[in-house]
Structures are given as C-alpha cells and as structure tokens.
C-alpha cells in the first residue's frame, strides 16, 4: 500500500477527481461532509474530542476540517513517506504530527480515530490486526468513526473503477465491516449512509439525513467506541 500510495502522492488529487468527477463534486466537499456528518453523531452523543487520531491521512486533506469543527489536536498515520510530506507542508505544526504507523506507539490517549477509505487497500488478513492497533490507541470511552465506500450504491462502484488507485481494491460491505469491528473489540453505535445525489441532484439533500440508516449512499460511516 505505501509504494502504491508513493507512486501518486505528486498526483493524488488529480488522480482523485478523475474517479469522483461522475458526482459533479471535487474531493473537499466530500471530506467536509463526511466530518460534518461525525460532528453531529458526536454531538449526538454528548463527546467533546480533543485529541484525534486520522488513521490513513493521506496527504493530511481531512486535517482542517477535523480541527475546525472537532478536536483541537491530530496526530496523522500513513504508511506513504511522500504523501507525509505533503501533509506536514500543509498543516500547522502547531496542531498536527504526522508520521508513518511504525513511528507511533499506541497508548490508549486519543479520543477520537478517524479513517476514511482505507480498509479497502488493506489486505482481509492484515485488516484485524491493524483495528487492533487503533483499539489500543483509543483511551476507554474513546470513539472511532471507520468510513468506507459502500459497494452495494452503483455510483461508488463506478468511481473506484474510475480511480487508479482503487481499482483493484477490495470493497468492504457495510454488515462485514461491523463484523470486523466487533471482532476487534469495538462496540458498534451507528451506521449511516451518505452522499445519495450527485450535484445535478443536490436540491434534494436536504432529506439525506433522513434517509441515513438506509444503505443508499455511497459512503458509510460506522461509528462505535472502545469500552
């Protein structure tokens, strides 16, 4: 994963676009709206995160958005070298690390992990060793809120084919990923579907939070906590 990742590091975003251009949107106001989505289930919940852990931050894209409206401090994890740099170069130091898995330690302190998008490069194999690893970083009571392409929306199957990097990827379900939560020690809270209607339909928007338990969307998010 980290040579593929390497390999279009200079290019991600373009790379990008050209799978998610079928939606008419480009990849900032899928990031936004995947944490504002997690902001409110975590308002919902009553947790006030500070410190947060992007597990697969790429080139960090997520960073701003999960400090403006969530925590105050994220730690970045990726296994790609190239695409740490970028991130490093874009975000305050003040408020970000960014390092690669083996640089990082878990030690149960973070509130809040995040990760989007990256157990479909993970092998099934190497899949519950490296929940594990989050498990372990997440203090009791923490949250993890793991988003995935949902492979049963025809759109998100398009795009993985449209994207580079994602086409010999291998989709996780929504009912197998909460499986593999489980499996890993977390306790499942909520799945919801986003991201319904491309732009030439985001008039109706406005009714995808109602339509959020139902597997429509092209993305989801589980979200569960450690106990």
């Known amino acids: 994963m980290s040579n593929l990742f390497d390999e279009y590091a200079a290019d991600y975003d373009s790379a990008l676009q050209r799978g998610i251009s079928i939606s008419g949107e480009d990849k900032l106001f899928f990031a936004r709206g995947r944490v504002s989505w997690l902001k409110k289930c975590l308002d919902a919940a009553g947790a006030n995160p500070r410190l947060i852990l992007d597990f697969g931050c790429g080139t960090g894209s997520a960073a701003p958005f999960l400090l403006d409206l969530i925590g105050s401090r994220l730690i970045g994890l990726d296994p790609s070298e190239k695409s740490l740099q970028q991130a490093r170069t874009a975000n305050d130091p003040e408020r970000t690390e960014f390092f690669p898995p083996s640089g990082y330690q878990p030690s149960g302190s973070v509130d809040l992990a995040f990760c989007s998008g990256v157990f479909h490069h993970v092998e099934p194999d190497a899949r519950r060793d490296w929940l594990r690893y989050i498990f372990d970083s997440l203090r009791d009571g923490g949250f993890f809120a793991f988003w995935e392409n949902n492979p049963w929306n025809p759109g998100a199957r398009i795009v993985m084919r449209r994207t580079p990097f994602d086409r010999d990827a291998k989709a996780i379900t929504p009912a197998e990923a ?50």
């Open 178 to 227: 909460r499986r593999m939560l489980k499996r890993a020690g977390f306790h499942v809270l909520r799945t919801d579907f986003l991201f319904i209607f491309p732009h030439f339909l985001r008039w109706f928007r406005p009714l995808e939070p109602f339509a959020a338990p139902l597997p429509l969307g092209a993305q989801y998010q589980i979200l569960c906590c450690k106990r």
